[in-house]
């Protein structure tokens, strides 16, 4: 019984929210249609009813509208339809919204258990941020003059600053990682993989598609039936291969040699993505230059890539992104120790943050804190080049 009224209570605040958003755009289309402006229409239109009474009340501005296009807004199919699509885009925004919230309110909850609500209960805290970072028990709670002690000297419980050490060594203890957590550690590993990733795959990629855009040499066709080819199969399938390739030239446990695996499986569909956009580019260009005295690196730096910013930038964002995600691969050829060095001091976050809900103790909590650290700056980088990343994907895939 509990379960069919809380379902007829989120059917009724799905109805409620969409209803609002309908009579908004009710009321911006009618108010379009008789020449006012839409921002402003949309500000009046957030007020149910009024605002579409208010503009109905309204003459027509312009010339051309009639009364006849504020009926058609207002027949019973068009309204129907707008219900419909509301009603769609809330309830995938519902789905979408409620693990990005539950993930936040865990990485606030005061616990290490898995929480069992969407928000926390019993107020929220920043004690997993802390511990996630810092370490636990380097801070002590409510005390901001030994935690900022703590802070510049390092941890109480493993170091003690003598009267004659010099201060050099005090502001070198703010980057040493023996007072930190591991995650700094797996962070600066994942941002190296993504910086060199991004790097070293953008110039190697672009310079192969304009290759094969713009040059005519034998074995073109069949080297991107076999680029095509490489595309259908998944990278875990050579997992085996990889590793013993790694283990005979000694890679395995060095995060910065992932980006030649990175790096070689973006290449099929990136140089496919961006040789569609290149294909697009009129070669006039380059006779042009080619006229004027420009050689073919002249054209390519000068021309090319000026042109080609919203698709490098496009297969930038996602070279850079890609190893802040993967598990499976970093997870194989990260594992084993190498050494001396610890095998958690090389692992990336996906590898690591994994590891704290996977043996006896698990901290789920703490992988929520993480998590939503991951998650913050990729989200702010998706929202920067979501003008490219969009430009991109639809421009690859025209012509080719």
């Known amino acids: 019984m509990r379960f069919v009224y809380n379902l007829l209570t989120g059917i009724a605040i799905i109805l409620a929210i969409a209803t609002i958003f309908v009579f908004q755009s009710l009321t911006v289309d009618v108010a379009e249609r008789k020449g006012y402006n839409k921002l402003k229409a949309s500000l009046i239109g957030l007020i149910p009813v009024f605002g579409l009474i208010y503009y109905l009340k309204k003459?027509?501005?312009r010339y051309g509208m009639t009364l006849r296009g504020v009926r058609h807004v207002l027949r019973f199919r068009a309204i129907l339809q707008k219900y419909i699509v509301y009603m769609e885009l809330i309830i995938v925004a519902i789905i979408v919204l409620i693990p990005i919230t539950y993930a936040v309110?865990?990485?606030?909850?005061?616990t290490s258990a898995l929480p069992t609500t969407i928000w926390p209960k019993n107020g929220i805290t920043f004690r997993n941020f802390q511990d996630?970072?810092?370490?636990?028990?380097?801070?002590?709670?409510?005390?901001?003059?030994a935690n900022l002690k703590s802070l510049i000297w390092g941890h109480n419980k493993n170091y003690a600053r003598s009267d004659n050490e010099p201060l050099t060594y005090t502001f070198r203890n703010l980057f040493q990682l023996k007072y930190r957590s591991n995650f700094i550690t797996w962070f600066l590993n994942t941002l190296g993989i993504a910086l060199v990733n991004m790097i070293l795959g953008v110039i190697c990629i672009t310079g192969a598609a304009y290759v094969f855009a713009r040059f005519k040499f034998k074995g073109k066709?069949?080297?991107?039936?076999?680029?095509?080819?490489?595309?259908?199969?998944?990278?875990?399938?050579?997992?085996?291969?990889?590793?013993i390739l790694f283990e005979t030239f000694g890679l395995l446990g060095r995060p910065l040699a992932l980006s030649i695996l990175y790096i070689g499986g973006s290449i099929p569909y990136n140089l496919w993505v961006i040789r569609g956009y290149l294909m697009n580019v009129p070669k006039d260009l380059d006779e042009s230059a080619m006229i004027d005295g420009a050689n073919k690196v002249q054209i390519f730096s000068r021309i090319i890539l000026p042109l080609s910013v919203p698709i490098i930038s496009f297969v930038a964002?996602?070279?850079f992104i890609s190893p802040w995600m993967d598990y499976m691969l970093p997870g194989f050829i990260l594992r084993p120790q190498i050494g001396t060095r610890q095998a958690e001091k090389q692992w990336t976050v996906a590898v690591g943050l994994f590891s704290l809900i996977s043996g006896q103790n698990s901290e789920y909590t703490t992988f929520a804190a993480g998590s939503v650290l991951i998650g913050l700056p990729i989200t702010i980088l998706y929202m920067i080049f979501q003008r490219y990343l969009v430009e991109g994907i639809t421009a690859g895939s025209t012509k080719g």
Not at 105 to 110: I, P, V
Not at 221 to 243: D, E, K, N, W
């Open 59 to 61: 003459p027509i501005i």
């Open 105 to 110: 309110g865990a990485s606030l909850n005061n």
């Open 317 to 319: 964002v996602n070279l």
């Open 221 to 243: 066709r069949v080297g991107l039936v076999t680029i095509m080819v490489l595309q259908a199969f998944p990278s875990f399938m050579g997992l085996i291969a990889m590793y």
């Open 132 to 145: 996630l970072i810092w370490g636990k028990d380097v801070f002590e709670k409510g005390n901001f003059a």
